[in-house]
Structures are given as structure tokens and as C-alpha cells.
T-cell receptor, first 115, second 109 residues
Framework: GAGVSQSPRYKVTKRGQDVALRCDPISGHVSLYWYRQALGQGPEFLTYFNYEAQQDKSGLPNDRFSAERPEGSISTLTIQRTEQRDSAMYRC?????????????FGPGTRLTVL | DAKTTQPNSMESNEEEPVHLPCNHSTISGTDYIHWYRQLPSQGPEYVIHGLTSNVNNRMASLAIAEDRKSSTLILHRATLRDAAVYYCILRGRDDKIIFGKGTRLHILP
């Protein structure tokens, strides 16, 4: 079956603009995770959902970042008033019912560049 | 979140075994040890996980110390395609994964 998909794959925006990044998890996966990855660094946890409920948003850098998963499937990560420091690869992952012990499957990522 | 310590980088020759160490001295009794790897220009992928006993799968083996304060990921016969950053992670009841800096594995042909 299809893996995790993300769109757009690349996004270039001007500072101050809002962007919305989309993640479509593997069908039936309960949990969905968002990460940010700077070049040469490991992925940095942002937030995650079980079904439609946001369980932990402790990794969101500030209140310009928000995420939703209204129907427990597709999720959107929104960054308002983008800044150059927001430039990074944004990765989404999903996992099945046994959330702690099951593997996370990662999408291809969205490369965000803020000019 | 419990912390792990890994060497920044390692080298190995192709077709030889590779032992990637990880220290996790503050591990709690309910923490699972997970390993992920990230190939160049790709997202992380799951490799293996375990709790107390050694584990084997088609990709690798995981050897866990008796006191669980360290573990070793074993690639039995490294290929050039195994060149990647390998992350050792502790996962407790909280679902999230906290990635460290990992070990960058270089494979020499």
C-alpha cells in the first residue's frame, strides 16, 4: 500500500507569509507525528496526534506553529508569519495501533525555504 | 526523556560486521531501546527494537547488556547501502521519539 505522503515536497516563501504543510499518513494509522530537521542534525520532535487529539505539542517552537488533524487522518502543520530561521525539512511520520512499540513510518518531507 | 550517548562517527569496511554502541545509563525499567537509521536524503527508517533480550531481524541484531545500560546494534555484513546515520533511542510510555545526533557510519569499499 501507499506510504506516508507529504505535500508540497518543496516550498519557497517570503518572510512574513503563512505556509501550510500537509501530511497524509498510512491508511488506518492511529498516530501521526511532526518533526523538523535542520541540515546535518537529527529530526527534532514538534508534536503528535492520536486519532484527532493532539497529545503533545511541547516541541512546537512558538505560537506561530500549529497543527491539526480534524478527522484523525490528514494533518496540516501551519506556520504563520514565517521567518528565515523556519527554513528546514519538515517530516511527518505515522504509526499503527501499538504506538510505543510499533515503528514509525516517515514521509519524504517538505523542504521549506523562507527568503 | 531518557538520554543516549553514541559516537559521532564510525568507519567500517564493506562486507565486514559493524558494531554500533549506545550508552543509556539512565534507562528506566519500562523503556524500550529502538534503533532508526537515516540514509542520505531520505527520512528515518526503523531498524530494530528490544527490551531486555537480544533481538534479530532481517536488517540487524540488537545486543542488550544485562543491566540494560548499554546496547549494540550489529550489522552482520555491511554494504555500501548501509552508510547512514544510526540513531539509538529510548521509548517509554510516551509515544514520541526524541532523536539525538546519532552515529554517522561510513562504509569503505
Amino acid at each position: 500500500g501507499a506510504g506516508v505522503s507529504q505535500s508540497p515536497r518543496y516550498k519557497v516563501t517570503k518572510r512574513g507569509q503563512d505556509v501550510a504543510l500537509r501530511c497524509d499518513p498510512i491508511s488506518g494509522h492511529v498516530s501521526l507525528y511532526w518533526y523538523r530537521q535542520a541540515l546535518g542534525q537529527g529530526p527534532e520532535f514538534l508534536t503528535y496526534f492520536n486519532y484527532e487529539a493532539q497529545q503533545d505539542k511541547s516541541g512546537l517552537p512558538n505560537d506561530r506553529f500549529s497543527a491539526e488533524r480534524p478527522e484523525g487522518s490528514i494533518s496540516t502543520l501551519t506556520i504563520q508569519r514565517t521567518e528565515q530561521r523556519d527554513s528546514a525539512m519538515y517530516r511527518c511520520a505515522s504509526s499503527g495501533r501499538d504506538r510505543v512499540y510499533n515503528e514509525q513510518f516517515f514521509g519524504p518531507g517538505t523542504r521549506l525555504t523562507v527568503l | 526523556d531518557a538520554k543516549t550517548t553514541q559516537p559521532n562517527s564510525m568507519e567500517s569496511n564493506e562486507e565486514e560486521p559493524v558494531h554500533l554502541p549506545c550508552n543509556h545509563s539512565t534507562i528506566s525499567g519500562t523503556d524500550y531501546i529502538h534503533w532508526y537509521r537515516q540514509l542520505p536524503s531520505q527520512g528515518p527508517e526503523y531498524v530494530i527494537h528490544g527490551l531486555t533480550s537480544n533481538v534479530n531481524n532481517r536488517m540487524a541484531s540488537l545486543a542488550i547488556a544485562e543491566d540494560r545500560k548499554s546496547s549494540t546494534l550489529i550489522l552482520h555484513r555491511a554494504t555500501l547501502r548501509d552508510a547512514a546515520v544510526y540513531y539509538c533511542i529510548l521509548r517509554g510510555r510516551d509515544d514520541k521519539i526524541i532523536f539525538g545526533k546519532g552515529t554517522r557510519l561510513h562504509i569503505l569499499p
